[in-house]
């Protein structure tokens, strides 16, 4: 396990200098972020990223993420056009040694919360997904802006993108998927960069949205479009936790090989489909992180794991879920229990 956090680049208030400080961190994971989605990452700002990161004396360990244009997952005739742009930032990324991109296939948005800094007993904030609230929110009317939405839609677009997902059912979704990754996959095999596509965030349909990767019979399914080891996936513990039929460490020792990129955060269910993100310790959340570690170990993982969002604590303020404090924690609590697990079986820790 390479111990990894993510990093929103150099208008991030949190420095590398801070990141480096947390003990047991070696990775950064990353994105350019000042690119329109669809269009090429020229190679010339991947190696400024690189360069900046490995200053520091850290080193970029996964690119989270190179977005999917809509027309791709609408599966549109401007997709092959988006798709080809893909390629060739895919190259570009190995060029400059990028080893694994995460990305996701989810329309339209990204992760969904209800709400951003829900006060839990403790005093500290954190973000809720509240079934009861998110059935009363209307995308389309506009005035929503919550993270993971792409804030950039004008005026009629969102709604104009809604509507053009009326008729794409899970199915349909599916096939536009394996289009992408009968495309995609070859390049990344041919450059050695491994696919990692992130989960569903929540698990389950927003807003009439379909959402196909929530589960394990899912995540075979992606596997069997593209056998390649190059497809594989960036295993969320909070966005498949948020279920409670989904049973984690099984699944990590199912899809082992498959696991390119570990996400670490706990959530605690407060309902079918309610959920509040927690420390990471396991006590206070639905996720058991010590049987999570344990099956990364049994699987022999030697890839990327960053403690994913972490709740706002000693009035800190900044971009919601993706505080220093929390995820710090964080980052030790899970370099704690994988040392204990490697001093059980006599397993020297990594440095």
Same mark, same amino acid.
């Given at each position: 396990?390479?111990?990894?956090?993510?990093?929103?680049?150099? !208008?991030d208030? +949190?420095?590398?200098?801070?990141?480096?400080q947390i003990?047991?961190?070696?990775? &950064?994971?990353?994105? +350019?972020?000042?690119?329109?989605?669809?269009?090429?990452?020229?190679?010339?700002k &991947?190696?400024?990223?690189?360069?900046v &990161?490995?200053?520091?004396?850290l080193?970029l360990?996964v690119?989270?993420?190179v977005?999917v244009?809509?027309? +791709?997952?609408?599966?549109?005739?401007?997709r092959?056009?988006y798709?080809?742009?893909y #390629?060739?930032?895919?190259?570009?990324?190995?060029?400059?040694?990028v080893?694994?991109?995460?990305y996701?296939?989810?329309?339209?948005?990204?992760?969904?919360?209800s709400?951003l800094?829900?006060?839990?007993?403790?005093?500290s904030?954190?973000?809720i997904?509240?079934?009861?609230?998110i059935?009363?929110?209307?995308p389309s009317?506009?005035?929503?802006?919550?993270? =993971?939405?792409?804030?950039?839609?004008?005026?009629?677009?969102?709604k104009?993108?809604?509507e053009?997902?009326?008729d794409?059912t899970?199915?349909? *979704?599916?096939?536009?998927?394996?289009?992408?990754?009968n495309?995609?996959?070859?390049?990344?095999?041919e450059v050695?960069?491994k696919?990692?596509?992130?989960p569903?965030?929540p698990?389950?349909?927003?807003?009439?949205?379909?959402?196909?990767?929530?589960?394990?019979?899912? *995540?075979?399914?992606?596997?069997d !479009?593209?056998?390649?080891?190059s497809n =594989? &996936?960036?295993?969320?513990t909070?966005?498949?936790?948020?279920?409670?039929?989904?049973?984690?460490?099984?699944m990590?020792?199912?899809?082992?090989?498959?696991?390119?990129?570990?996400?670490?955060?706990?959530?605690?269910r407060? =309902?079918? #489909?309610?959920?509040?993100e927690?420390?990471?310790?396991?006590?206070?959340?639905?996720?058991?992180?010590?049987e999570?570690? #344990?099956?990364?170990?049994?699987?022999g993982?030697t890839?990327?794991?960053?403690?994913?969002?972490?709740?706002?604590?000693w009035?800190?303020?900044?971009?919601?879920g993706?505080?220093?404090?929390?995820?710090a924690?964080?980052?030790?609590? *899970?370099?704690?229990?994988?040392?204990?697990?490697?001093?059980?079986?006599?397993?020297?820790?990594?440095?």
């Amino acid at each position: 396990m390479k111990l990894a956090f993510r990093w929103y680049g150099e !208008v991030d208030s +949190i420095t590398l200098e801070y990141i480096r400080q947390i003990p047991g961190m070696k990775g &950064i994971v990353s994105a +350019i972020y000042d690119i329109p989605v669809g269009e090429v990452w020229p190679l010339e700002k &991947i190696n400024h990223l690189m360069n900046v &990161i490995e200053k520091n004396g850290l080193s970029l360990a996964v690119i989270e993420s190179v977005p999917v244009h809509e027309d +791709i997952k609408l599966g549109l005739p401007t997709r092959d056009k988006y798709i080809s742009n893909y #390629k060739e930032t895919l190259r570009n990324l190995a060029s400059a040694g990028v080893e694994v991109v995460c990305y996701n296939f989810m329309p339209v948005f990204d992760w969904t919360r209800s709400d951003l800094d829900y006060l839990l007993e403790d005093g500290s904030t954190t973000l809720i997904h509240d079934e009861d609230a998110i059935e009363k929110m209307n995308p389309s009317s506009g005035g929503l802006a919550l993270p =993971g939405w792409d804030a950039s839609y004008k005026d009629g677009e969102l709604k104009g993108l809604l509507e053009s997902y009326q008729d794409v059912t899970e199915e349909r *979704l599916w096939e536009n998927l394996a289009y992408f990754l009968n495309e995609i996959i070859p390049v990344a095999e041919e450059v050695s960069i491994k696919m990692a596509i992130h989960p569903d965030d929540p698990p389950w349909s927003i807003f009439g949205l379909p959402r196909i990767i929530t589960d394990a019979e899912s *995540l075979q399914r992606l596997i069997d !479009v593209q056998q390649s080891p190059s497809n =594989g &996936i960036t295993f969320c513990t909070g966005s498949f936790g948020a279920r409670a039929d989904n049973d984690l460490p099984g699944m990590i020792r199912a899809f082992g090989s498959r696991i390119h990129f570990a996400h670490c955060r706990n959530v605690k269910r407060t =309902g079918p #489909k309610s959920f509040e993100e927690t420390s990471h310790l396991s006590s206070d959340g639905s996720v058991d992180m010590v049987e999570v570690l #344990k099956a990364y170990q049994d699987i022999g993982f030697t890839g990327p794991l960053r403690p994913d969002h972490g709740r706002m604590i000693w009035g800190e303020t900044g971009r919601a879920g993706y505080g220093l404090y929390d995820r710090a924690l964080g980052a030790v609590y *899970l370099n704690g229990i994988w040392e204990a697990l490697n001093k059980v079986k006599g397993v020297e820790q990594s440095t």
